[in-house]
């Protein structure tokens, strides 16, 4: 079993930043994905950014140049560096990941990010 606990999300003024972070704990022998989602109310949850066990990374367009995922892999810890914050990213934002080459793909709780114009 893996936890995926999530923190930092929180009320930022537009043009503002926040940095969220991911810590995950369990058997974990390898990781092959972990990323970020967002669902905004009355929305689907969409990709915000992922990255790969290889380090490399990929980006929802919304939020290329603003926002930028990276890893601790002594912690399994992701985190997600998010710049020029708008309205339209206030989400409740959740991680995701995929480890030791299994199928299940894992899920945190989710943290609220409030973007106030």
């Known amino acids: 079993q893996v936890q995926l606990v999530e923190s930092g999300g929180g009320l930022v003024q537009a043009g503002g930043s926040l940095r969220l972070s991911c810590a995950a704990s369990?058997?974990?022998?390898?990781?092959?994905?972990m990323g970020w989602y967002r669902q905004a109310p009355g929305k689907q949850r969409d990709l915000v950014a992922v990255?790969?066990?290889?380090?490399?990374?990929r980006y929802a367009d919304s939020v290329k140049g603003r926002f930028t995922i990276s890893r601790d892999n002594t912690e399994n810890t992701v985190y997600l560096q998010m710049n020029s914050l708008k309205p339209e990213d206030t989400a409740v934002y959740y991680c995701?990941?995929?480890?030791?080459?299994?199928?299940?793909?894992?899920w945190g709780w989710g943290t609220p990010v409030t973007v106030s114009s």
């Open positions: 995701n990941g995929l480890f030791n080459g299994g199928t299940r793909y894992y």
């Open positions: 990255i790969m066990g290889d380090g490399s990374t």
């Open positions: 369990g058997s974990i022998f390898s990781v092959n994905v």
